[in-house]
């Protein structure tokens, strides 16, 4: 979804900041923009356009040719993804007041923006765009007394909805303002200068010093110097968090596309999501971020998981741990449906938020619902530092490393990691045996050899996708374990191959969707050698008895489902409660290459945005 990036220095600003959009391109969005001040000139230089971040550099190449353009001290930049108006230059962000002076990019949505677009048309300001953010620029400007920070708050306290946004006036071209309320701005501390993005990804190759601000914040940014206060005037003094990626992860490192380099880096993002967190000869495991002992754990006596998409379908595979081996109960609900549907939330229910950027809108909301309601909040996250990671005060870090492509594949495998290492710790203060946890830890430490053999696969999985490619429905099946596995294979087919695909359990296939099913409709059968793999074969008959092709995802040596299979997809043999995590990297491997056959975008599918930062 959108993006900011802002810099204030004596570097070559504009390149900083186009190369901060560069990193955001991953994001998703559909417009771009910069402003830059120079000093002594009123009107700030503004280029956007439609399209794509080289778009708007062929732009910039023709339009900011004077050296004072290009060497400003004080720069902003946006990546839109349209909300309110169409993405064209216009609606494109940095938006300017009407005298020009001030621009203004912006995260989230102003939801009362019609009655103050109204009032200030009345008034004589002339709107140039659709959107909702072009009335902070006026309002910036109505509120403007020779001192720019003011003016923005007074600004802010009219607005309504949520916002990330950066601010710079060409009366003041060394500050730049920004604040926060729901949609997230992080600030880069550096010696000489100060950096500002809504995502770190964007300023990560400058400093590793990162402040989040939280809701109310408003900074006031200059060179090497930066001052933060809360929402009621108070100085905040927050220590930098120390962001721990290097650049080299934020690149394709040779890879075609981001999505393959993840799909690839999963024996290692595994590796790191479960070291140092098993303790074989305790047959337990230790996530300090969870801040809990033994005593308060036994005590939970309910998990509520609320999650989105891919870290829903994750969930899926948690609740069935918790379940199986710490009998709690435990229900997991899309975090859209959680927020507005009242939820009952006992004394002793923990709720567990997953998100692999901790922005999710939604996730977000359920989290203060849930916290509203008493509820103990763990978050299971991926990016450090994320809103969710810090509002929900204790959790797991996914240690993953950066993810990028806009569809999840090494979060997926580490969220069911943390998940699995946090029931066995759970199930440890109930009837889970010492010898029982020793060997379901002793088998997740061998989980990152396992995702280094099924990639291992990538050639057969290529093979069959070749021959399917052209086939615009899928279905895809499962039971048990594989039931959130067929989701989300079906989820990482659609999003990014543009392939119509559903996911459905293996026995609700005849309950409907069977009518489907023709010889131009194959089924992907996810039937690891697990408890119900006999129900899930006679299911795949069904499916061929109706001229379906049945691609199964099976364990190897297992042949019990070469008789009713067109192709066999094999990933090693591993323990049933792990078996999610070689079918889903099939399942990924399969979905990449389907989609590169077609020639779609992988990294940036149309329409999708990486964190969803709106309701
Ligand atoms: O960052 P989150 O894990 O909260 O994101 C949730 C979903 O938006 C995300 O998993 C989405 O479904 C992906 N595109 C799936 O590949």
Not at 145 to 172: C, F, M, N, P
Not at 291 to 313: K, L, V
Request: charged letters at 25%; glycine letters at 8%; a negative charge.
């Amino acid at each position: 979804m959108c993006g900011i990036v802002g810099y204030v220095g004596l570097r070559d600003t504009l390149g900083i900041v186009v190369s901060g959009l560069h990193r955001l391109e991953y994001r998703g969005y559909d417009s771009a923009g910069i402003a830059l001040c120079v000093p002594g000139k009123r009107q700030i230089s503004v280029v956007k356009t439609p399209g794509k971040i080289s778009d708007l550099e062929t732009l910039i190449a023709a339009k900011l040719v004077s050296d004072a353009d290009r060497t400003a001290p004080i720069g902003i930049g946006h990546t839109r993804w349209a909300t309110h108006g169409l993405p064209n230059e216009a609606n494109a962000h940095p938006h300017l007041s009407m005298n020009g002076e001030i621009a203004v990019v912006h995260n989230g949505i102003v939801e009362n923006y019609a009655a103050i677009k109204q009032r200030l048309t009345q008034q004589g300001y002339k709107f140039s765009s659709d959107t909702d953010t072009e009335v902070i620029a006026h309002l910036i400007q109505e509120c403007y007394q020779g001192d720019l920070r003011s003016a923005v708050a007074t600004a802010l306290k009219k607005l309504e909805g949520t916002y990330g946004i950066a601010v710079v006036s060409s009366r003041h071209p060394d500050t730049l303002v920004a604040a926060r309320k729901g949609s997230p701005i992080a600030v880069g501390i550096c010696e000489d200068e100060t950096l500002v993005a809504s995502d770190i990804s964007a300023i990560v190759n400058y400093t590793k010093q990162v402040i989040f601000l939280d809701d109310g914040d408003l900074l006031t940014a200059k060179a090497g110097d930066v001052d933060i206060t809360s929402s009621k005037n108070v100085p905040v003094t927050r220590p930098p968090t120390f962001v721990d990626w290097d650049v080299g992860q934020i690149e394709k490192g040779g890879y075609e596309h981001f999505m393959l380099k993840e799909i690839h880096e999963q024996p290692q993002a595994i590796s790191y999501a479960i070291r140092g967190r098993l303790l074989p000869d305790e047959g337990t495991t230790k996530l300090s971020g969870m801040q809990m002992d033994p005593r308060e754990m036994a005590r939970i006596d309910r998990i509520s998981i609320a999650a989105c998409g891919t870290s829903f379908y994750a969930g899926m595979v948690g609740k069935y741990y918790f379940e199986d081996f710490a009998s709690i109960p435990t229900e997991i609900e899309q975090a859209a449906e959680f927020r507005y549907r009242n939820p009952i939330i006992q004394r002793d229910t923990c709720m567990l938020a997953i998100s692999q950027s901790g922005e999710t809108a939604d996730t977000l909301a359920a989290v203060r619902e849930a916290k509203r309601k008493g509820s103990m909040v763990l978050g299971i996250c991926n990016v450090v530092g994320s809103t969710i990671a810090r509002e929900s005060g204790r959790g797991v870090y996914l240690h993953a490393g950066p993810e990028i492509g806009v569809a999840s594949t090494k979060a997926f495998t580490c969220q069911v990691a943390v998940l699995a290492m946090m029931a066995i710790a759970f199930g440890r203060t109930r009837r889970l045996s010492t010898s029982d946890g020793a060997e379901m830890v002793k088998a997740i430490s061998r989980l990152p050899d396992i995702a280094r053999r099924t990639l291992e696969q990538e050639d057969a999985i290529r093979r069959v996708a070749e021959k399917y490619a052209d086939c615009e429905d899928f279905f895809y099946i499962g039971r048990g374990y594989m039931f959130p596995a067929a989701l989300e294979g079906a989820l990482k087919l659609k999003e990014i191959s543009y392939i119509h695909a559903e996911g459905y359990h293996a026995a609700e296939l005849k309950h409907g969707p069977i009518a489907l099913l023709q010889k131009e409709v194959p089924v992907v059968a996810t039937v690891a050698d697990i408890a119900g793999k006999e129900k899930t074969l006679s299911n795949m008959q069904e499916c061929r008895a109706r001229s379906a092709p049945v691609i199964a995802i099976a364990t190897e040596g297992d042949d019990s489902v070469n008789a009713v299979s067109e192709e066999v997809i094999r990933v090693p043999k591993c323990p049933d409660f792990l078996s999610p995590v070689p079918v889903v990297i099939a399942e990924q491997i399969f979905a990449y290459h389907m989609a590169r056959l077609r020639g779609c975008p992988i990294d940036q599918p149309r329409n999708l945005a990486k964190s969803v930062t709106v309701e």
